[in-house]
């Protein structure tokens, strides 16, 4: 293919960082816009626009009479921002690719906390679109265009925001190429969110982790170079005003991932599997939080059959390799781990575990000390 101008609104962290690779690589011409407070290793290879991407504006003033063949964006979080690019670039764009959510679906990034024993929502908290007898979810499952405007009591602002952003692109003109992409939960080296760091740190520590009825459910995942590989593509050859839902092939039981990296750090994975009620109900750990034990609830499942049919899905690393890959990245510099959060419940999460370890017939003793 012949070398594309190419515009990437967030280039400078974790996998925007990883498409600005990605698009080098392939020999495009890459312009970055950002605020220029981070500057990594290809910065001398692509041209910089300093602008502040929540400054509409400002978006429109720095990039107006520009043209580029494609553009990816991965920090369009609401109305307003996905509404400024459109009036921004709109005529002067080949491709606009723009990064969604699996959360539009429902659960976590839509409901403001998990749903616990202790802590129900309501099916409307946790769904927009009831996935339960639908799963895995296809893109069309979900229709974004008559989304209401206002953000609703009770949900998160993420999700929300990104289902404003798909109804601008919906309801954009005919002109206006833009190709949605839904994201689930994405590690990889340089990974800010500490859900993979979360269990690497218990791992590193060498005690048991609590893993809620035993982690048997499937994850699906994202892995950053992947995922920047698949968008390069889609804004190669990707067809205009089509929405897509995109996650790694594997969809391993939680136990199955853990093993994957305790395998990649060398070390023994001791998983200790207590049933979730118990754990919900009778412990002071945060079990409401997303950020607690991430990936410890059942996701929302998406189908991958219309990347796989119309693109092509084309993965370069193995669960085992981006697993390596991710591990070996926090290893090199172990201050890395500080993004893990919730170190503070550890020393109770071995408490509890002791216990646990050994309860013989009563299960309540677990919780009497």
Not at 4 to 19: H, I, K, N, P, S
Not at 82 to 89: G, I, K, P
Not at 99 to 117: K, L
Not at 310 to 316: A, F, P, Q, T, W
Request: some cysteine; aromatic content about 10%; proline content about 6%.
């Amino acid at each position: 293919m012949s070398s594309l101008d190419v515009l990437v609104l967030g280039g400078t962290l974790y996998f925007g960082r990883a498409v600005v690779e990605e698009l080098l690589e392939a020999g495009h011409r890459v312009t970055v816009f950002s605020r220029g407070r981070l500057r990594p290793p290809f910065w001398d290879s692509v041209e910089h626009i300093e602008g502040d991407r929540t400054d509409a504006d400002g978006l429109v003033e720095r990039l107006g009479g520009r043209t580029f063949d494609g553009v990816i964006d991965n920090i369009c979080y609401n109305r307003g921002e996905a509404e400024s690019v459109v009036r921004a670039l709109r005529g002067r764009v080949g491709r606009y690719v723009v990064a969604s959510t699996v959360s539009v679906y429902g659960e976590a990034g839509h409901a403001i906390h998990r749903h616990t024993p202790t802590r129900p929502l309501s099916d409307e908290a946790r769904f927009a679109v009831d996935y339960r007898p639908l799963e895995p979810v296809r893109e069309e499952d979900l229709d974004n265009s008559t989304h209401p405007w206002e953000y609703r009591e009770g949900l998160e602002e993420y999700a929300e925001g990104k289902r404003h952003m798909e109804r601008v692109m919906l309801e954009s003109a005919a002109d206006w190429p833009w190709v949605v992409v839904r994201v689930p939960s994405t590690v990889g080296p340089g990974d800010p969110s500490g859900r993979f760091a979360f269990w690497l740190t218990r791992l590193l520590d060498g005690g048991p982790m609590l893993l809620p009825d035993g982690g048997v459910h499937a994850t699906q995942l994202g892995y950053s170079r992947d995922l920047a590989h698949f968008l390069v593509r889609l804004l190669e050859a990707g067809p205009p005003r089509t929405t897509y839902n995109y996650a790694q092939r594997e969809t391993p039981s939680l136990l199955s991932w853990l093993h994957a990296m305790a395998g990649a750090a060398g070390e023994s994975l001791e998983a200790l599997p207590v049933p979730s009620t118990l754990l919900h109900r009778h412990t002071d750990l945060p079990w409401k939080d997303w950020s607690y034990a991430p990936f410890s609830s059942t996701p929302v499942l998406m189908s991958l059959d219309r990347a796989q049919r119309e693109i092509g899905l084309d993965y370069r690393a193995s669960l085992e390799e981006w697993m390596q890959a991710t591990v070996d990245w926090y290893l090199e510099d172990r201050q890395r781990l500080s993004v893990a959060r919730h170190g503070e419940h550890r020393v109770a999460e071995l408490a509890i575990a002791e216990r646990w370890q050994r309860l013989d017939a009563d299960p309540g003793s677990l919780f009497t000390g």
